[in-house]
């Protein structure tokens, strides 16, 4: 009797996984689109349920749990998916990476204006809790704590002053941008050489002496 050879096999195994791939990215990419046309049809994020959303994409809710553990988890994940991807270091110092951040910003706050469906999930988003918390800890406090390696590598580089704490180095640099692509609606973020004059603008007064 013929049998299947080890090589045979593993070839099976392989196109195997090379078919149920595409089929689960397929399947991610029509739930984070069927998340935001409901939002962009007025749903709220309150509104949202697993099996509202699974009928609009057009798959079982088991897809989905497979996936996240609850609502809050994949729309932490939709809304990153949104945003501005973050920068990769640069390679050309700390200054470099410190405006390479702070632009990074700038091209958040733009995109926060210009989608709405961004727009909304932020506005929303500080009313449910638990979501908020989810996006705080998922998103939020890992790139507070690159930015803060960041300061302290341009300490060590001599960019910025030792002497001073990091947390409020941080503040110091960050929080102009925060303030206006965040709390400012109207302030002009379109200048691309707005990130390296305020960068600039803080280290002349924050190098060491």
């Not at 699974?54 to 932490?76: D, F, H, M, Q």
């Amino acid at each position: 009797m013929k049998t299947d050879s080890p090589t045979a096999d593993t070839g099976q195994a392989c196109a195997a996984t090379r078919r149920g791939r595409p089929r689960s990215e397929a399947a991610e990419q029509a739930i984070f689109t069927a998340v935001e046309d409901l939002m962009a049809g007025g749903t709220t994020m309150s509104e949202l349920t697993i099996e509202g959303i699974a009928t609009a994409a057009g798959v079982g809710k088991a897809t989905i749990y497979r996936r996240w553990p609850n609502k809050e988890a994949l729309l932490v994940d939709v809304v990153s998916r949104l945003e501005v991807p973050m920068p990769e270091p640069t390679g050309e110092g700390a200054r470099a990476d410190l405006i390479e951040m702070v632009d990074y910003m700038r091209r958040r706050g733009l995109a926060k204006r210009s989608r709405w469906v961004l727009k909304a999930a932020f506005g929303q988003m500080h009313s449910l809790p638990e979501l908020h918390n989810a996006y705080r800890e998922r998103v939020v406090k890992p790139r507070r704590e690159a930015g803060l390696a960041l300061i302290r590598r341009a300490v060590d580089e001599g960019v910025l002053r030792a002497d001073l704490d990091p947390d409020l180095l941080g503040d110091l640099l960050m929080g102009p941008i925060l303030y206006r692509s965040i709390l400012w609606d109207d302030s002009d973020l379109e200048d691309p050489d707005l990130a390296r004059a305020m960068v600039d603008s803080v280290l002349q007064g924050l190098a060491p002496r």
